[in-house]
C-alpha cells in the first residue's frame, strides 16, 4: 500500500544508512590490506610488525662489527695550513695603534715634577722606517795552508773528490778568512743609535732575537799585469752550515723566527765551522793565531788570546759533555737520512784541546794576564737551550775556509755578516701605498756591507825553485858560473826540498829524502778505528810494530824535476841595500822554463819573497810534525739543520 505523504527518501533512508555503512567498511578493509597502516619506522625505512625485531638484529650487527673493525675507514676531512693561515693573518693584521676613545684623567708632567731629574723617553718616530744596516765586519785576515785529507773522507762525502787528487796522499790548498763583528754595534743600529740609522720599532725583532745566519766572503785573484780580477764567492768545504740556504721563496715569518732560533743554538758551528780533517800538514789554527804577534799591540794580542781560550774551554767542555741522541730537528720541521758518520773522535780532540788551553794560557801569563779569572766575566751556555744572543756580544770572530783556490795564486778577500731581516713579513705594519716601504718586507735576510779588502795571501804552489845564491865566471878561468838552487814539492801535507848547484845548461833536477813514516791507507780493507791505533803506535814509538793489512809503507824518497834550465849566470848592474847595511851586487840567473820562457830571477830577490817564506818554512817542520789519526767526522752535526731549500 502507497505512504501518502512520505517521500522517497524517508521511505529508504534505512537503506542508504546501510549502503554508506558499507562502502566505510570497505574502504577500512582496502586500507588495512593495500596501504599497510600498521607499518613502523625503523630509521629511514617502513617495516611491519613482524619483520621490525629482525631489522633491528640487523642494524644492531653492523653497528657491532664496525666496532671491532681494526682498520674502519676514516672520513674525509679538509687539511688546514696552519702556518699559512698564521702569515696570512698576520700579513692582513692592522698596523695601526690602539687608542682610547677618551682621556683616562689629567696627565702628569713628570719631568717637571722632579725638577727636571726623571729621564725623559725618547718619541716614537712615526716616519718611515729603513732597512736595517748590518754593522761591517773588521778587516779580514786571510792565511794558507796545505793539508792533507784524511783518505777516509772520500768514502763518506764524495764531493772533496773535486778538491784533491785521484790516488793518495790527498794533499790540498786552501785559505781561511777570519774578521771579527761588534753585536753591540748590531743592537746600537735596531736601537737607532748609529750614524743615519733610523731605529726600527722593538716589537719588530723583540720576540724573534737576531742571530748571524751566514758569514759570506769573497775573493779577487792578482793578475800577471799587477791587477785584481773580478770579485767572486768563496768555495766553502761540502756540508758548511748554512742557514742563509734553508729557506725557500715561499717561507713565511714563522720560518724565519724558527731558523733564528736553530742558528742561535748552534752559533759556534755557523759562525766558525771546522776545517776538513787533516792527517798530515800544519795543523789548522785561525789566520790571527798564524800571523806574526809582533804586527799586534799588546791589548790586541791580550784580547784575542782570550778570545782564543774562551772557544777552546766552550769547545772542551762541549766534548766533556756531549749530549746523546739526534740532533735538534730542522727549522722547518723537514727531516732527511743521517749521513754516514766516521766514528767517534772525541779522545783524540780533548786531547789536542788540553793542550792548546796550556799554550795560550802559558802565552797569556808572559803578557802578565791571571788567566785563572780569564773568561770567568762571560756567561757559560748551560744547554743548547740556554743562547746567548748576538745583541750581547762585543766581538764575535768569525771565519770561512776557501777551498776553491789555485795552487800558486794571490788572492785578497772581503766579509760580511747576515742576519735576520727585522722588517720581512712586516707589510702591514708599513705604508700599503709606499714600493720602497713594503720592498723592505721581502728579504728574510739582511746583509752588512762589505768589509775592507784583507791584505794580500798567497797559496803555495805544487813545486817551486829559489836562487839563494849565485858565482859569476871571474874572466881567469878560476871558478866556472854557478847558481844555488833550491827545490820544493809538496807532499804529504809539507814542502820536500832538495838543494844543489847548477851551472848553465844544467836541469833543476834533484832528488829528496824524507823522514817519517808516509802511510798508504786502503779504505775497502781497514777501517778508520784500526787505522787510528796504527798511527797512535807509531807516533809513540813502539818497536816492531807490524802494519796490519791495509795499510803500507810509501817510498820515502822522491824526484823533484821541473823542466827548468839554466842558461846564464851574471852580476847585475844595481847595488842593492842588506839589512845589515851592506851593500851587494844581486846576481842575476837566466833560465828557460818547463814552457820554453826565459825567465830571470834575482838571488836576493827570491830569499825575500813570501812563496819562499811559505815553502822553506812548511819544508823545516814536516819532520816535527808527526803523522795525525785518521777518524775525525767529516760532517758538522749542524749541517743537517740546514740542508738546502728547493728552488
Same mark, same amino acid.
Given at each position: ?23 566505510? !567498511?570497505?574502504?577500512? !578493509? ?9 607499518? &613502523? ?39 688546514? +695550513? ?102 753591540? +754595534? ?49 768555495? @766553502? ?47 789548522? /789554527? ?50 732527511? $737520512? ?12 780533548? +786531547?789536542?784541546?788540553?793542550?792548546? &788551553?796550556?799554550?795560550? =794560557?802559558?802565552? !797569556? ?8 779569572? %780569564?773568561?770567568? #766575566? ?50 702591514? =705594519? ?10 723592505? @718586507?721581502? $728579504? ?9 779588502? #784583507? ?43 832538495? %838543494? ?21 791507507? +786502503?779504505? @775497502?780493507?781497514? *777501517?778508520? $778505528? ?24 810509501? /817510498? ?36 828557460? *822554463? ?8 834575482? *838571488?836576493?830577490?827570491?830569499?825575500? /819573497? ?38
Amino acid at each position: 500500500m502507497k505512504l501518502k505523504g512520505v517521500n522517497p527518501i524517508e521511505q529508504h533512508i534505512e537503506k542508504i544508512v546501510l549502503g554508506i555503512v558499507m562502502i566505510l !567498511l570497505l574502504a577500512v !578493509l582496502s586500507m588495512q590490506f593495500v596501504t599497510r597502516p600498521n607499518d &613502523i619506522d625503523v630509521g629511514n625505512r617502513k617495516v611491519a610488525p613482524d619483520q621490525v625485531y629482525a631489522v633491528l638484529e640487523g642494524q644492531a650487527n653492523q653497528l657491532q662489527s664496525q666496532l671491532t673493525d681494526l682498520n674502519p675507514a676514516l672520513p674525509d676531512f679538509k687539511s688546514v +695550513d696552519l702556518v699559512e693561515r698564521y702569515n696570512q693573518a698576520f700579513e692582513s693584521a692592522s698596523g695601526g695603534a690602539i687608542k682610547l676613545s677618551s682621556a683616562l684623567g689629567r696627565g702628569v708632567d713628570v719631568v717637571g715634577a722632579s725638577d727636571g731629574g726623571a729621564w725623559a723617553a725618547p718619541e716614537i718616530a712615526t716616519g718611515p722606517i729603513e732597512a736595517l744596516r748590518v754593522p761591517v765586519t773588521s778587516k779580514p785576515v786571510a792565511a794558507s795552508l796545505w793539508a792533507t785529507l784524511d783518505p777516509f773522507v772520500p768514502a763518506v762525502v764524495p764531493e772533496y773528490e773535486q778538491f784533491i787528487p785521484a790516488t793518495q796522499p790527498f794533499d790540498f790548498p786552501s785559505v781561511t778568512i777570519e774578521a771579527v763583528f761588534n753585536g753591540k +754595534d748590531l743592537e746600537a743600529a735596531l736601537l737607532g743609535k748609529g750614524e743615519s740609522q733610523t731605529a726600527i720599532p722593538r716589537r719588530f725583532w723583540s720576540v724573534t732575537g737576531l742571530a748571524i745566519l751566514g758569514f759570506e766572503a769573497q775573493r779577487q785573484e792578482l793578475m800577471s799585469d799587477g791587477s785584481w780580477g773580478n770579485a767572486e764567492p768563496i768555495v @766553502t768545504p761540502p756540508h758548511t752550515p748554512m742557514p742563509t740556504n734553508a729557506l725557500d721563496q715561499e717561507a713565511g715569518l714563522l720560518d724565519l723566527a724558527a731558523l733564528v732560533t736553530t742558528a742561535a743554538g748552534v752559533v759556534d758551528e755557523v759562525a766558525r765551522p771546522t776545517f776538513p780533517p787533516t792527517i798530515a800538514g800544519e795543523p789548522w /789554527s785561525p789566520p790571527s793565531e798564524r800571523v806574526a804577534s809582533g804586527s799586534y799591540s799588546e791589548s790586541t794580542r791580550i784580547s784575542r788570546l782570550t778570545r782564543q781560550l774562551d772557544r777552546a774551554r766552550a769547545e772542551l767542555d762541549r766534548l766533556n759533555n756531549a749530549p746523546a741522541g739526534n740532533p735538534p730537528p730542522s727549522p722547518k720541521g723537514r727531516t732527511r $737520512d743521517p749521513l754516514p758518520l766516521i766514528p767517534n773522535t772525541n779522545a783524540r780532540d780533548r +786531547d789536542r784541546l788540553e793542550k792548546r &788551553i796550556k799554550d795560550i =794560557e802559558d802565552q !797569556l801569563k808572559e803578557l802578565g794576564v791571571d788567566t785563572a779569572s %780569564t773568561g770567568k #766575566s762571560r756567561r757559560t751556555r748551560t744547554s743548547r737551550t740556554d743562547i746567548r744572543s748576538v745583541l750581547e756580544e762585543e766581538a764575535v770572530d768569525l771565519w770561512a775556509h776557501d777551498l776553491g783556490v789555485k795552487p800558486g795564486a794571490t788572492y785578497r778577500y772581503r766579509t760580511r755578516v747576515v742576519v735576520n731581516n727585522p722588517l720581512f713579513r712586516k707589510s702591514s =705594519e708599513l705604508d700599503p701605498d709606499d714600493a720602497a716601504q713594503q720592498a723592505l @718586507t721581502q $728579504d728574510p735576510f739582511a746583509r752588512g756591507a762589505w768589509s775592507d779588502w #784583507s791584505d794580500p795571501v798567497v797559496v803555495g804552489a805544487r813545486e817551486y825553485f829559489f836562487v839563494t845564491g849565485a858565482e859569476a865566471d871571474t874572466g881567469l878561468g878560476a871558478t866556472a858560473p854557478k847558481a844555488t838552487v833550491e827545490l820544493y814539492k809538496m807532499f804529504y801535507g809539507h814542502y820536500r826540498r832538495s %838543494t844543489f848547484s847548477a851551472s848553465p845548461g844544467d836541469e833543476l833536477a834533484g832528488s829528496v829524502r824524507m823522514s817519517g813514516e808516509l802511510l798508504h791507507f +786502503d779504505q @775497502t780493507v781497514i *777501517d778508520p $778505528d784500526e787505522a787510528a791505533q796504527v798511527v797512535v803506535r807509531l807516533n809513540e814509538n813502539e818497536e816492531n810494530v807490524d802494519l796490519p793489512e791495509g795499510v803500507t809503507v810509501l /817510498s820515502n824518497r822522491m824526484r823533484i824535476n821541473l823542466g827548468v834550465f839554466v842558461l846564464d849566470i851574471y852580476a847585475g848592474q844595481s847595488v842593492q841595500e842588506t839589512g845589515l847595511g851592506q851593500s851587494v851586487v844581486p846576481m842575476q840567473i837566466v833560465l828557460r *822554463d818547463a814552457t820554453g820562457s826565459v825567465i830571470v830571477r834575482s *838571488d836576493l830577490r827570491d830569499e825575500s /819573497s813570501p812563496a819562499y817564506a811559505l815553502a822553506s818554512q812548511s819544508a823545516a817542520s814536516a819532520s816535527s810534525n808527526p803523522l795525525r789519526a785518521p777518524g775525525e767526522s767529516p760532517i758538522s752535526p749542524a749541517a743537517a739543520l740546514f740542508e738546502r731549500a728547493e728552488p
